[in-house]
């Protein structure tokens, strides 16, 4: 089966920096994707991570670690507009298992 | 470039009802997936297709049923709807995985 751990809520102040974990248990594992979803809105794919070390996309960093299953996105110089759910998710071959979000709320 | 686009976005049905949900993955795209998100939860797997053929299901019961044709596009087919089909379904479609999926902003259905 498939697990993933993430916290439920995070706050963090604009301008700052902001890490989500992600600790995964899973049977087969391709990779580690990190999505954004916005009240109401579609999941945005932010970044994936097939191989151990650190990937990034402008104010965006994902990590992984496959031997200790676990990864985080860092969000850099965080804006009002990053306030949304974020989705970490197990590649499995043909399917996405997403864990149930972290809520981020970015205050002035 | 047109994204992924899903109809209808919004449905109400009364349960025992069936429902057909349609998808068209962004052009070039052969592999699409549909999920159930319910509120507050991430989003779960039902299927996805590649070329027509079916190549994953995830942990839902037989009422749910797909297909894909051959512009790609596909429909999800929901049979005796319960309260619990209550969510939202989203459609996804990708070049790889590495690329990521595209999601479509997904059908609001509602049972009652």
């Known amino acids: 089966g498939q697990s993933l751990e993430q916290p439920s809520e995070v706050t963090a102040v604009e301008g700052a920096i902001v890490q989500i974990n992600c600790t995964y248990q899973t049977s087969g594992f391709y990779g580690l994707s990190w999505y954004q979803q916005h009240d109401g809105g579609a999941p945005t794919f932010l970044s994936y991570?097939?191989?151990?070390g650190l990937e990034e996309t402008g104010r965006f960093s994902s990590f992984l670690s496959r031997s200790d299953s676990y990864g985080y996105l860092l969000l850099q110089e965080l804006q009002m507009k990053d306030s949304a759910s974020y989705f970490c998710?197990?590649?499995?071959?043909?399917?996405?298992?997403f864990g149930k979000g972290t809520s981020l709320l970015v205050t002035p | 470039d047109a994204g992924v686009t899903q109809s209808p976005t919004h449905l109400i049905k009364t349960r025992g009802q069936h429902v057909t949900l349609r998808c068209s993955p962004i052009s070039g795209h052969k592999s699409v997936s549909w999920y159930q998100q319910v509120l507050g939860q991430g989003p779960q797997f039902i299927f996805q297709y590649y070329e027509k053929e079916e190549r994953g299901r995830g942990n839902f019961p037989d009422r749910f049923s797909a297909r894909q044709f051959p512009n790609y596009s596909s429909e999800l087919n929901v049979n005796a709807l319960l309260l619990g089909d209550s969510a939202l379904y989203l459609c996804?479609?990708?070049?790889?995985?590495?690329?990521?999926?595209?999601f479509g902003s997904g059908t609001r259905l509602t049972v009652v």
């Open positions: 996804a479609s990708s070049l790889s995985e590495r690329d990521g999926y595209t």
């Open positions: 998710a197990v590649d499995s071959g043909y399917a996405l298992n």
């Open positions: 991570n097939a191989l151990d």
